[in-house]
């Protein structure tokens, strides 16, 4: 288990207090402590993804570009993977938060996963059969600027 440490201004500690103050559940609080916080995280073969702009990067710097579906299908899979580690994320739920009120297939999310796979490398992305997907988080280091 990665452990890190996060410290907070008087300004930001007043801030969490008023999102605190809107009752929300204790997970979702603390995923937009660590959102605000963390600008990227480091995954295999020298690539990172920056959450700040919501975009994946290369070993060179050298941003890979997506389309807009495969931006919000790989800023939905990291996220539900750094939430729920080892889980995989399902179609119904891949379908509910990437297509939302779209009709997608099992064949046009398998279709944005393999673009996603080619644009950056084959491991990124694990999946399950019959199950769904989840973005490889093995040699996970969060960094913070």
Known sequence: MKKFSVSLSEEEIQ??????SKNLVFD?????????????????NGFFYNFS???IYNGK??????????????????S?????????AD?????????KDEDASVFSIRNKVKSIREKTF????????????????????INKD
């Open 28 to 44: 979702e609080f603390l995923e937009q402590i660590i959102r605000e916080k963390i600008n990227y995280i480091r995954l295999e």
């Open 15 to 20: 801030k969490l207090q008023i999102i605190n």
């Open 80 to 88: 539900f993977s750094i939430e729920n580690k080892d889980k995989f």
């Open 53 to 55: 702009n919501k975009s």
């Open 122 to 141: 084959y491991g990124l992305i694990k999946n399950k059969n019959n199950i769904g997907y989840r973005v490889n988080l093995n040699s996970l280091q």
């Open 91 to 99: 179609i119904e739920s891949i379908t509910l938060n990437v297509w």
């Open 61 to 78: 710097g050298v941003k890979i570009n997506f389309t807009k579906k495969e931006e919000t299908l790989f800023d939905y899979l990291i």
